[in-house]
Protein backbone atom coordinates (compact mmCIF):
# COMPACT_ATOMS: atom_id res chain seq x y z
CA UNK A 1 0.00 0.00 0.00
CA UNK A 2 0.89 3.54 -0.73
CA UNK A 3 -0.45 6.57 0.41
CA UNK A 4 -0.73 9.77 -1.95
CA UNK A 5 -2.78 13.19 -0.77
CA UNK A 6 -5.60 14.16 -3.24
CA UNK A 7 -6.89 18.07 -2.41
CA UNK A 8 -4.79 17.36 1.07
CA UNK A 9 -6.72 14.34 1.89
CA UNK A 10 -4.14 11.45 2.46
CA UNK A 11 -5.40 8.42 0.24
CA UNK A 12 -4.19 4.56 0.29
CA UNK A 13 -3.71 3.08 -3.15
CA UNK A 14 -2.93 -0.22 -4.40
CA UNK A 15 -0.30 -1.16 -6.32
CA UNK A 16 0.47 0.77 -9.39
CA UNK A 17 -2.58 2.73 -9.97
CA UNK A 18 -2.67 5.38 -12.14
CA UNK A 19 -5.00 8.77 -10.94
CA UNK A 20 -8.00 7.97 -13.28
CA UNK A 21 -8.32 4.14 -11.38
CA UNK A 22 -7.71 6.12 -8.13
CA UNK A 23 -10.52 8.78 -9.00
CA UNK A 24 -12.91 6.59 -10.37
CA UNK A 25 -13.47 4.95 -7.70
CA UNK A 26 -13.26 8.12 -4.70
CA UNK A 27 -15.72 10.16 -6.81
CA UNK A 28 -19.29 9.80 -8.05
CA UNK A 29 -18.13 12.94 -10.46
CA UNK A 30 -14.99 11.64 -11.68
CA UNK A 31 -15.08 12.57 -15.19
CA UNK A 32 -15.50 16.45 -14.14
CA UNK A 33 -11.47 15.98 -13.39
CA UNK A 34 -9.63 16.16 -16.61
CA UNK A 35 -5.95 16.37 -15.49
CA UNK A 36 -3.38 16.61 -12.57
CA UNK A 37 -1.07 19.23 -11.10
CA UNK A 38 1.48 17.58 -8.99
CA UNK A 39 4.41 19.69 -8.01
CA UNK A 40 3.71 22.10 -10.46
CA UNK A 41 3.45 19.97 -12.81
CA UNK A 42 0.18 18.76 -14.99
CA UNK A 43 0.03 15.27 -15.52
CA UNK A 44 -2.15 13.13 -17.25
CA UNK A 45 -4.73 11.18 -15.62
CA UNK A 46 -2.53 7.93 -16.54
CA UNK A 47 -0.18 9.04 -14.34
CA UNK A 48 0.82 6.78 -11.85
CA UNK A 49 1.52 8.77 -8.29
CA UNK A 50 4.37 7.28 -6.07
CA UNK A 51 4.78 7.61 -2.25
CA UNK A 52 3.89 11.01 -0.87
CA UNK A 53 2.71 12.24 -3.95
CA UNK A 54 0.71 15.65 -3.43
CA UNK A 55 -1.97 15.75 -6.11
CA UNK A 56 -4.59 18.58 -7.13
CA UNK A 57 -6.96 17.77 -9.42
CA UNK A 58 -8.11 20.08 -12.48
CA UNK A 59 -11.32 20.71 -14.06
CA UNK A 60 -12.71 22.92 -16.72
CA UNK A 61 -12.43 25.81 -14.17
CA UNK A 62 -8.92 25.68 -14.04
CA UNK A 63 -6.28 27.03 -17.51
CA UNK A 64 -4.52 23.61 -18.23
CA UNK A 65 -8.33 21.90 -17.50
CA UNK A 66 -9.97 24.00 -20.85
CA UNK A 67 -7.38 23.12 -22.53
CA UNK A 68 -7.46 19.96 -22.30
CA UNK A 69 -11.52 19.25 -22.67
CA UNK A 70 -10.79 21.69 -25.64
CA UNK A 71 -8.46 19.19 -27.05
CA UNK A 72 -10.33 16.09 -25.98
CA UNK A 73 -13.39 18.01 -27.83
CA UNK A 74 -11.16 18.15 -30.79
CA UNK A 75 -10.36 15.10 -31.17
CA UNK A 76 -13.94 13.72 -30.98
CA UNK A 77 -15.01 15.79 -33.66
CA UNK A 78 -11.57 14.94 -35.57
CA UNK A 79 -12.90 10.99 -34.96
CA UNK A 80 -16.11 11.65 -36.28
CA UNK A 81 -15.77 13.73 -40.06
CA UNK A 82 -13.13 10.89 -40.32
CA UNK A 83 -15.32 8.20 -39.44
CA UNK A 84 -18.39 9.61 -41.88
CA UNK A 85 -15.68 11.35 -44.49
CA UNK A 86 -12.86 9.58 -45.00
CA UNK A 87 -11.87 11.07 -48.12
CA UNK A 88 -11.77 14.49 -46.10
CA UNK A 89 -9.77 15.72 -43.11
CA UNK A 90 -10.97 18.07 -40.40
CA UNK A 91 -8.70 21.25 -39.36
CA UNK A 92 -9.06 22.82 -36.18
CA UNK A 93 -8.51 26.56 -37.77
CA UNK A 94 -8.53 28.80 -34.83
CA UNK A 95 -11.00 29.99 -31.79
CA UNK A 96 -13.67 31.96 -32.37
CA UNK A 97 -15.21 33.82 -29.53
CA UNK A 98 -16.29 30.86 -27.42
CA UNK A 99 -16.06 28.26 -29.59
CA UNK A 100 -13.70 26.77 -32.03
CA UNK A 101 -13.99 27.18 -36.06
CA UNK A 102 -13.31 23.99 -38.43
CA UNK A 103 -13.41 23.33 -41.79
CA UNK A 104 -11.90 20.34 -44.15
CA UNK A 105 -8.62 20.48 -45.70
CA UNK A 106 -9.90 19.91 -49.04
CA UNK A 107 -12.33 22.86 -49.56
CA UNK A 108 -15.28 20.62 -48.81
CA UNK A 109 -17.84 22.56 -47.64
CA UNK A 110 -19.63 21.15 -44.36
CA UNK A 111 -23.55 21.24 -45.25
CA UNK A 112 -26.22 21.58 -42.46
CA UNK A 113 -27.28 17.83 -42.82
CA UNK A 114 -23.39 17.44 -42.14
CA UNK A 115 -23.76 18.95 -38.74
CA UNK A 116 -26.24 16.33 -37.85
CA UNK A 117 -24.94 13.46 -38.93
CA UNK A 118 -21.30 14.19 -37.31
CA UNK A 119 -23.45 15.63 -34.34
CA UNK A 120 -24.53 12.34 -33.73
CA UNK A 121 -21.63 10.63 -34.52
CA UNK A 122 -19.80 12.17 -31.91
CA UNK A 123 -22.31 11.14 -28.97
CA UNK A 124 -21.42 7.65 -30.12
CA UNK A 125 -17.82 8.19 -29.70
CA UNK A 126 -18.64 9.93 -26.41
CA UNK A 127 -21.12 7.70 -25.22
CA UNK A 128 -18.52 4.40 -26.14
CA UNK A 129 -16.32 6.38 -23.39
CA UNK A 130 -13.14 4.99 -25.76
CA UNK A 131 -9.48 4.58 -23.80
CA UNK A 132 -7.50 7.62 -24.81
CA UNK A 133 -3.76 6.03 -25.06
CA UNK A 134 -0.70 7.93 -25.48
CA UNK A 135 2.21 5.85 -26.70
CA UNK A 136 6.03 6.42 -27.64
CA UNK A 137 6.84 5.10 -30.80
CA UNK A 138 9.17 4.68 -33.56
CA UNK A 139 8.83 7.84 -36.42
CA UNK A 140 8.84 5.64 -38.81
CA UNK A 141 5.97 3.78 -37.97
CA UNK A 142 4.17 6.89 -36.69
CA UNK A 143 5.02 8.06 -40.46
CA UNK A 144 3.51 4.95 -42.19
CA UNK A 145 0.59 5.41 -39.86
CA UNK A 146 -0.09 9.46 -40.79
CA UNK A 147 0.46 8.43 -44.23
CA UNK A 148 -2.54 5.73 -43.42
CA UNK A 149 -5.05 8.98 -42.05
CA UNK A 150 -3.67 11.68 -44.57
CA UNK A 151 -2.00 13.69 -42.21
CA UNK A 152 0.61 14.88 -44.31
CA UNK A 153 1.21 17.94 -42.42
CA UNK A 154 1.74 16.09 -39.46
CA UNK A 155 4.90 13.98 -41.45
CA UNK A 156 6.44 17.20 -42.83
CA UNK A 157 6.61 18.80 -39.37
CA UNK A 158 7.91 15.91 -37.49
CA UNK A 159 10.45 15.09 -40.30
CA UNK A 160 11.57 18.69 -40.31
CA UNK A 161 12.54 18.49 -36.93
CA UNK A 162 14.44 14.92 -36.88
CA UNK A 163 12.65 13.33 -34.77
CA UNK A 164 13.41 9.75 -34.09
CA UNK A 165 10.44 9.07 -31.58
CA UNK A 166 6.92 10.38 -31.67
CA UNK A 167 4.34 10.52 -29.06
CA UNK A 168 0.98 9.34 -30.67
CA UNK A 169 -2.89 8.88 -29.31
CA UNK A 170 -4.67 5.78 -30.06
CA UNK A 171 -8.30 5.49 -29.62
CA UNK A 172 -10.30 2.62 -31.21
CA UNK A 173 -7.90 2.11 -33.58
CA UNK A 174 -8.05 6.51 -34.40
CA UNK A 175 -4.25 7.90 -34.61
CA UNK A 176 -3.25 11.32 -34.01
CA UNK A 177 -1.20 13.73 -32.19
CA UNK A 178 -1.97 16.42 -29.58
CA UNK A 179 0.17 19.46 -28.46
CA UNK A 180 -0.65 18.61 -24.45
CA UNK A 181 -2.53 16.04 -22.42
CA UNK A 182 -5.89 14.57 -23.12
CA UNK A 183 -8.72 13.48 -20.91
CA UNK A 184 -8.63 10.17 -20.50
CA UNK A 185 -11.47 8.94 -22.19
CA UNK A 186 -13.83 10.22 -24.86
CA UNK A 187 -16.84 10.20 -22.48
CA UNK A 188 -15.36 13.33 -20.80
CA UNK A 189 -15.97 16.18 -23.81
CA UNK A 190 -19.84 15.23 -23.16
CA UNK A 191 -20.98 18.74 -23.28
CA UNK A 192 -20.87 20.49 -27.08
CA UNK A 193 -22.71 21.98 -29.76
CA UNK A 194 -22.02 22.32 -33.40
CA UNK A 195 -23.01 25.62 -34.95
CA UNK A 196 -23.54 25.92 -38.67
CA UNK A 197 -20.83 28.72 -40.00
CA UNK A 198 -20.40 27.88 -44.17
CA UNK A 199 -18.27 26.99 -45.68
CA UNK A 200 -16.82 25.68 -41.65
CA UNK A 201 -18.65 24.58 -38.24
CA UNK A 202 -18.26 26.28 -35.33
CA UNK A 203 -17.83 24.10 -32.55
CA UNK A 204 -19.15 25.54 -28.94
CA UNK A 205 -18.40 23.93 -25.40
CA UNK A 206 -18.03 25.22 -21.82
CA UNK A 207 -15.47 28.01 -20.28
CA UNK A 208 -13.96 28.53 -17.48
CA UNK A 209 -16.49 30.29 -15.70
CA UNK A 210 -19.87 29.05 -17.43
CA UNK A 211 -20.68 26.50 -14.84
CA UNK A 212 -20.20 23.39 -16.94
CA UNK A 213 -23.09 24.50 -19.52
CA UNK A 214 -22.16 26.07 -23.20
CA UNK A 215 -21.97 29.86 -22.85
CA UNK A 216 -24.19 32.29 -25.24
CA UNK A 217 -23.18 32.29 -28.77
CA UNK A 218 -22.28 35.51 -30.11
CA UNK A 219 -21.19 36.42 -33.48
CA UNK A 220 -17.79 38.07 -34.42
CA UNK A 221 -18.44 38.92 -38.00
CA UNK A 222 -15.17 41.05 -38.12
CA UNK A 223 -13.23 38.97 -36.97
CA UNK A 224 -14.09 36.13 -38.62
CA UNK A 225 -12.95 37.98 -41.71
CA UNK A 226 -9.82 38.78 -40.24
CA UNK A 227 -9.35 35.65 -39.44
CA UNK A 228 -10.21 34.65 -42.97
CA UNK A 229 -8.05 36.98 -44.88
CA UNK A 230 -4.96 35.70 -42.64
CA UNK A 231 -5.69 32.10 -43.21
CA UNK A 232 -5.96 33.04 -47.47
CA UNK A 233 -2.99 35.23 -46.99
CA UNK A 234 -0.99 31.90 -45.20
CA UNK A 235 -2.03 29.90 -47.95
CA UNK A 236 -0.57 31.47 -50.65
CA UNK A 237 3.00 31.75 -48.64
CA UNK A 238 1.92 28.18 -48.69
CA UNK A 239 2.66 28.59 -44.56
CA UNK A 240 -0.10 27.57 -42.96
CA UNK A 241 1.58 25.12 -40.40
CA UNK A 242 4.64 25.22 -38.48
CA UNK A 243 5.98 22.38 -40.77
CA UNK A 244 5.92 24.62 -43.69
CA UNK A 245 7.80 27.54 -41.65
CA UNK A 246 10.23 25.03 -40.96
CA UNK A 247 10.98 23.61 -44.71
CA UNK A 248 11.21 27.05 -45.92
CA UNK A 249 14.05 27.90 -43.00
CA UNK A 250 15.93 24.55 -43.23
CA UNK A 251 16.12 25.75 -47.64
CA UNK A 252 17.53 28.97 -46.55
CA UNK A 253 14.39 30.91 -47.65
CA UNK A 254 14.01 32.63 -43.92
CA UNK A 255 15.11 35.85 -45.54
CA UNK A 256 12.47 35.88 -48.38
CA UNK A 257 9.37 35.21 -46.04
CA UNK A 258 10.71 38.12 -43.28
CA UNK A 259 10.70 40.63 -46.05
CA UNK A 260 6.91 39.15 -47.73
CA UNK A 261 5.89 39.22 -44.39
CA UNK A 262 6.84 42.81 -43.74
CA UNK A 263 5.78 44.12 -46.95
CA UNK A 264 2.36 42.24 -46.73
CA UNK A 265 2.05 44.92 -42.87
CA UNK A 266 3.08 47.83 -44.58
CA UNK A 267 1.10 47.24 -47.68
CA UNK A 268 -2.26 46.74 -45.09
CA UNK A 269 -1.04 50.17 -43.19
CA UNK A 270 -0.83 51.95 -46.22
CA UNK A 271 -4.06 50.99 -47.67
CA UNK A 272 -5.29 51.93 -43.80
CA UNK A 273 -4.22 55.39 -44.41
CA UNK A 274 -5.30 56.13 -47.96
CA UNK A 275 -9.15 54.65 -46.77
CA UNK A 276 -8.43 57.28 -43.78
CA UNK A 277 -7.19 60.66 -45.97
CA UNK A 278 -10.39 59.75 -48.36
CA UNK A 279 -12.92 60.48 -45.29
CA UNK A 280 -13.00 64.11 -44.38
CA UNK A 281 -15.14 63.09 -41.75
CA UNK A 282 -12.71 61.36 -40.02
CA UNK A 283 -10.40 63.81 -37.15
CA UNK A 284 -10.25 61.01 -34.27
CA UNK A 285 -8.16 57.39 -35.33
CA UNK A 286 -9.00 54.82 -32.04
CA UNK A 287 -6.57 52.45 -32.36
CA UNK A 288 -6.82 49.75 -29.50
CA UNK A 289 -6.35 45.66 -29.04
CA UNK A 290 -4.65 43.38 -26.27
CA UNK A 291 -1.83 43.13 -24.71
CA UNK A 292 1.30 42.85 -27.06
CA UNK A 293 -0.63 43.43 -29.90
CA UNK A 294 1.88 45.88 -31.12
CA UNK A 295 -0.71 48.78 -30.99
CA UNK A 296 2.63 51.29 -29.79
CA UNK A 297 4.58 50.32 -33.23
CA UNK A 298 1.18 50.38 -35.28
CA UNK A 299 0.21 53.41 -34.28
CA UNK A 300 3.61 55.06 -35.42
CA UNK A 301 4.04 53.17 -38.77
CA UNK A 302 -0.11 54.53 -39.54
CA UNK A 303 1.22 58.08 -38.73
CA UNK A 304 3.97 57.63 -40.77
CA UNK A 305 1.56 56.68 -43.63
CA UNK A 306 -0.45 59.85 -43.18
CA UNK A 307 2.58 61.70 -43.46
CA UNK A 308 3.23 60.12 -46.64
CA UNK A 309 -0.25 61.72 -47.70
CA UNK A 310 -0.01 64.89 -46.73
CA UNK A 311 -1.55 64.55 -43.01
CA UNK A 312 0.30 66.15 -40.13
CA UNK A 313 -1.02 63.81 -37.23
CA UNK A 314 -0.53 63.82 -33.86
CA UNK A 315 -0.73 60.81 -31.38
CA UNK A 316 -2.07 60.75 -27.79
CA UNK A 317 -1.65 57.74 -25.29
CA UNK A 318 -5.14 57.16 -23.01
CA UNK A 319 -2.28 55.77 -20.33
CA UNK A 320 -1.22 59.65 -20.26
CA UNK A 321 -5.24 60.40 -18.54
CA UNK A 322 -4.74 57.77 -15.68
CA UNK A 323 -6.46 59.32 -12.45
CA UNK A 324 -4.09 59.80 -9.58
CA UNK A 325 -3.12 56.46 -8.05
CA UNK A 326 -4.82 57.33 -4.86
CA UNK A 327 -8.23 57.67 -7.15
CA UNK A 328 -7.62 54.71 -8.97
CA UNK A 329 -9.57 51.66 -8.22
CA UNK A 330 -8.90 49.23 -6.52
CA UNK A 331 -9.29 45.27 -7.31
CA UNK A 332 -10.73 42.68 -4.95
CA UNK A 333 -7.22 41.74 -3.12
CA UNK A 334 -6.69 45.37 -3.40
CA UNK A 335 -4.32 46.05 -6.04
CA UNK A 336 -4.69 48.74 -8.26
CA UNK A 337 -6.65 48.34 -10.87
CA UNK A 338 -5.23 49.81 -14.09
CA UNK A 339 -7.22 48.02 -16.36
CA UNK A 340 -10.93 49.24 -15.86
CA UNK A 341 -12.34 52.38 -17.74
CA UNK A 342 -12.79 53.97 -14.30
CA UNK A 343 -9.04 54.01 -13.98
CA UNK A 344 -8.93 57.06 -16.79
CA UNK A 345 -9.77 60.44 -16.72
CA UNK A 346 -12.60 60.36 -19.05
CA UNK A 347 -13.98 63.54 -18.66
CA UNK A 348 -10.71 65.07 -18.97
CA UNK A 349 -9.77 63.56 -22.36
CA UNK A 350 -12.82 64.14 -23.85
CA UNK A 351 -12.75 68.07 -22.59
CA UNK A 352 -9.09 68.37 -24.04
CA UNK A 353 -9.95 66.27 -27.78
CA UNK A 354 -12.56 69.31 -28.21
CA UNK A 355 -10.59 71.90 -27.66
CA UNK A 356 -7.81 70.34 -29.95
CA UNK A 357 -10.89 69.62 -32.72
CA UNK A 358 -11.91 73.04 -32.14
CA UNK A 359 -8.54 74.62 -32.89
CA UNK A 360 -7.12 75.67 -29.47
CA UNK A 361 -3.89 74.57 -28.35
CA UNK A 362 -3.90 71.92 -25.12
CA UNK A 363 -1.03 70.80 -22.71
CA UNK A 364 -1.15 67.18 -22.88
CA UNK A 365 -0.65 65.51 -19.59
CA UNK A 366 2.15 62.22 -18.67
CA UNK A 367 1.35 59.77 -16.24
CA UNK A 368 4.23 59.07 -14.45
CA UNK A 369 4.41 55.40 -13.41
CA UNK A 370 6.37 55.43 -10.33
CA UNK A 371 4.49 58.28 -8.57
CA UNK A 372 1.26 57.59 -9.79
CA UNK A 373 0.77 61.12 -10.09
CA UNK A 374 -1.04 63.01 -13.67
CA UNK A 375 2.04 65.34 -14.86
CA UNK A 376 2.40 68.60 -16.67
CA UNK A 377 5.52 68.82 -18.26
CA UNK A 378 5.11 71.48 -20.98
CA UNK A 379 4.09 69.20 -23.61
CA UNK A 380 1.59 71.47 -25.74
CA UNK A 381 -0.56 70.66 -28.84
CA UNK A 382 -2.34 72.00 -31.55
CA UNK A 383 -4.13 70.59 -34.36
CA UNK A 384 -5.09 71.85 -37.83
CA UNK A 385 -8.72 71.04 -38.40
CA UNK A 386 -8.08 69.11 -41.46
CA UNK A 387 -5.51 66.95 -39.59
CA UNK A 388 -6.44 63.53 -37.64
CA UNK A 389 -5.93 62.97 -33.57
CA UNK A 390 -4.57 59.11 -33.15
CA UNK A 391 -5.30 57.83 -30.03
CA UNK A 392 -3.74 54.98 -28.84
CA UNK A 393 -5.26 52.51 -25.49
CA UNK A 394 -7.08 49.41 -24.05
CA UNK A 395 -10.25 51.28 -24.32
CA UNK A 396 -10.32 53.09 -27.54
CA UNK A 397 -13.06 51.03 -28.74
CA UNK A 398 -15.06 51.20 -25.96
CA UNK A 399 -18.18 54.18 -26.59
CA UNK A 400 -17.97 56.03 -23.10
CA UNK A 401 -13.87 56.33 -23.38
CA UNK A 402 -14.78 59.19 -26.37
CA UNK A 403 -18.41 60.09 -25.50
CA UNK A 404 -18.36 63.90 -26.34
CA UNK A 405 -16.62 63.06 -29.63
CA UNK A 406 -19.59 62.01 -33.09
CA UNK A 407 -19.08 59.02 -34.38
CA UNK A 408 -18.87 60.07 -37.67
CA UNK A 409 -15.67 61.76 -36.64
CA UNK A 410 -14.09 58.43 -35.39
CA UNK A 411 -12.14 55.87 -37.13
CA UNK A 412 -11.93 52.59 -35.17
CA UNK A 413 -9.26 50.22 -35.59
CA UNK A 414 -8.62 46.51 -33.36
CA UNK A 415 -5.22 45.22 -33.77
CA UNK A 416 -3.97 41.46 -32.01
CA UNK A 417 -1.59 38.93 -32.90
CA UNK A 418 -4.16 36.31 -34.38
CA UNK A 419 -0.92 33.79 -34.92
CA UNK A 420 -2.17 32.65 -38.92
CA UNK A 421 -0.16 29.76 -38.11
CA UNK A 422 -1.26 26.20 -36.99
CA UNK A 423 1.03 23.28 -35.71
CA UNK A 424 -0.48 21.03 -37.72
CA UNK A 425 -3.98 20.56 -38.75
CA UNK A 426 -5.27 19.30 -35.34
CA UNK A 427 -3.23 22.15 -33.78
CA UNK A 428 -3.62 25.77 -33.55
CA UNK A 429 -1.83 27.61 -31.51
CA UNK A 430 -3.44 29.67 -29.17
CA UNK A 431 -3.13 33.92 -30.27
CA UNK A 432 -2.53 34.22 -25.88
CA UNK A 433 0.26 31.92 -26.28
CA UNK A 434 1.64 34.16 -29.05
CA UNK A 435 0.63 37.01 -27.37
CA UNK A 436 2.30 35.87 -23.66
CA UNK A 437 5.92 35.18 -25.57
CA UNK A 438 5.82 39.09 -26.98
CA UNK A 439 5.17 40.25 -23.72
CA UNK A 440 7.64 38.37 -21.21
CA UNK A 441 10.51 38.82 -23.95
CA UNK A 442 9.84 42.63 -23.82
CA UNK A 443 9.01 43.14 -19.92
CA UNK A 444 12.50 41.12 -19.53
CA UNK A 445 14.61 43.15 -22.50
CA UNK A 446 13.45 46.34 -21.66
CA UNK A 447 11.48 46.80 -18.30
CA UNK A 448 13.37 45.07 -15.79
CA UNK A 449 9.90 42.37 -15.48
CA UNK A 450 11.49 38.86 -15.12
CA UNK A 451 9.86 35.90 -17.17
CA UNK A 452 7.80 35.12 -13.46
CA UNK A 453 6.42 38.53 -13.33
CA UNK A 454 4.95 38.23 -16.44
CA UNK A 455 3.36 34.95 -15.99
CA UNK A 456 2.18 37.09 -12.24
CA UNK A 457 0.21 39.32 -13.68
CA UNK A 458 -0.81 37.81 -17.18
CA UNK A 459 -3.85 36.10 -15.68
CA UNK A 460 -4.98 39.61 -14.16
CA UNK A 461 -3.93 41.12 -18.07
CA UNK A 462 -6.41 38.62 -19.05
CA UNK A 463 -9.39 39.08 -17.02
CA UNK A 464 -9.19 42.60 -17.80
CA UNK A 465 -9.19 41.93 -21.79
CA UNK A 466 -12.14 39.50 -21.52
CA UNK A 467 -14.00 42.19 -19.56
CA UNK A 468 -12.67 45.75 -21.28
CA UNK A 469 -11.51 44.79 -24.39
CA UNK A 470 -13.18 41.70 -26.29
CA UNK A 471 -16.62 42.77 -25.60
CA UNK A 472 -16.08 45.72 -28.04
CA UNK A 473 -13.88 44.67 -30.57
CA UNK A 474 -17.06 44.29 -33.42
CA UNK A 475 -16.97 48.01 -32.91
CA UNK A 476 -14.01 48.97 -35.02
CA UNK A 477 -14.17 49.77 -38.38
CA UNK A 478 -11.34 47.61 -39.56
CA UNK A 479 -9.28 44.75 -38.09
CA UNK A 480 -5.78 44.29 -38.20
CA UNK A 481 -3.82 41.33 -37.50
CA UNK A 482 -0.02 41.56 -36.27
CA UNK A 483 0.74 38.36 -36.29
CA UNK A 484 4.27 37.62 -38.63
CA UNK A 485 3.72 34.37 -39.90
CA UNK A 486 7.59 33.85 -39.01
CA UNK A 487 7.82 35.42 -35.59
CA UNK A 488 7.47 32.77 -33.28
CA UNK A 489 10.82 31.15 -34.91
CA UNK A 490 12.34 34.46 -34.01
CA UNK A 491 11.18 34.51 -30.48
CA UNK A 492 12.14 31.23 -29.79
CA UNK A 493 15.98 31.49 -28.77
CA UNK A 494 14.80 34.99 -26.98
CA UNK A 495 12.21 32.83 -24.83
CA UNK A 496 13.88 29.97 -24.41
CA UNK A 497 16.19 30.43 -22.32
CA UNK A 498 14.35 32.59 -19.82
CA UNK A 499 11.42 29.73 -19.99
CA UNK A 500 13.96 27.37 -18.93
CA UNK A 501 15.03 29.26 -16.18
CA UNK A 502 11.89 28.75 -13.81
CA UNK A 503 12.35 25.86 -11.75
CA UNK A 504 9.99 23.25 -10.55
CA UNK A 505 9.65 25.06 -7.16
CA UNK A 506 7.69 27.66 -9.35
CA UNK A 507 4.44 27.64 -9.51
CA UNK A 508 4.71 28.80 -13.09
CA UNK A 509 6.75 25.49 -13.62
CA UNK A 510 3.75 24.09 -15.56
CA UNK A 511 3.21 26.91 -17.63
CA UNK A 512 6.71 27.62 -18.53
CA UNK A 513 6.77 23.36 -19.91
CA UNK A 514 3.99 24.01 -22.09
CA UNK A 515 5.86 26.72 -23.92
CA UNK A 516 8.96 25.41 -24.18
CA UNK A 517 7.55 22.30 -25.32
CA UNK A 518 5.84 24.74 -27.66
CA UNK A 519 8.62 26.25 -28.92
CA UNK A 520 10.36 23.09 -29.71
CA UNK A 521 8.09 22.92 -32.82
CA UNK A 522 10.32 25.57 -34.66
CA UNK A 523 13.71 25.93 -36.12
CA UNK A 524 15.64 28.70 -34.85
CA UNK A 525 15.57 31.78 -37.65
CA UNK A 526 19.01 32.89 -36.19
CA UNK A 527 20.16 35.88 -38.69
CA UNK A 528 17.73 39.19 -37.07
CA UNK A 529 19.07 41.25 -40.06
CA UNK A 530 16.29 41.29 -42.24
CA UNK A 531 13.66 42.29 -39.94
CA UNK A 532 12.88 46.05 -40.46
CA UNK A 533 13.77 48.69 -37.52
CA UNK A 534 10.19 49.51 -38.06
CA UNK A 535 8.52 46.07 -37.71
CA UNK A 536 5.66 45.31 -35.07
CA UNK A 537 8.23 42.30 -33.41
CA UNK A 538 11.13 44.99 -33.08
CA UNK A 539 8.69 46.56 -30.60
CA UNK A 540 9.26 43.22 -28.71
CA UNK A 541 13.04 41.88 -29.57
CA UNK A 542 14.50 44.82 -29.81
CA UNK A 543 17.03 46.43 -32.59
CA UNK A 544 19.83 43.36 -33.67
Not at 417 to 424: C, N, Y
Request: with cysteine; charged share 30%; proline share 4%.
Amino acid sequence: MKKIKIFDETVEINGEESLYEIIKRMFPDYKKYLGARVANEVKSLYYRPTEGAEIQLIDITDPDGYRIYSKTLSLVFIMATKELFPESNAKIEHALGSGLYATFDDQRPFTFDDLKIITSKMEEIIDSDYPIIRDDIDSNIAYSLFEKFGYQDKIKLFKSLGKDRIDIYNINGHIDTFHGYLAPTTGYANVFELKYYYPGVLIFYPNRSSDGKIPEVKELKKLAKVFEESSEWSEIMNLSDVGSLNEKILQGQAKEIIKISEAFHEKKIANLADVIVKDRDIHLILIAGPSSSGKTTFANRLMMQLKVNGKRPVMISVDDYFVNRVNTPLNEDGSYDYETIDAIDVKKLNEDLIDLLEGREVEIPSYNFFTGEREYRGNYLKVESTEPIILEGIHCLNPKLTSFIPNKNKYKIYISALTQLSIDSHNRIPTTDARFLRRMVRDSKFRGNPPEGTFAMWQSVRRGEEKYIFPFQEEADIMFDSALAYELAVLKKHALPMLQEIGKESPYYSEAKKLIRFLQYFIDIKDESPISVNSILREFIGEA
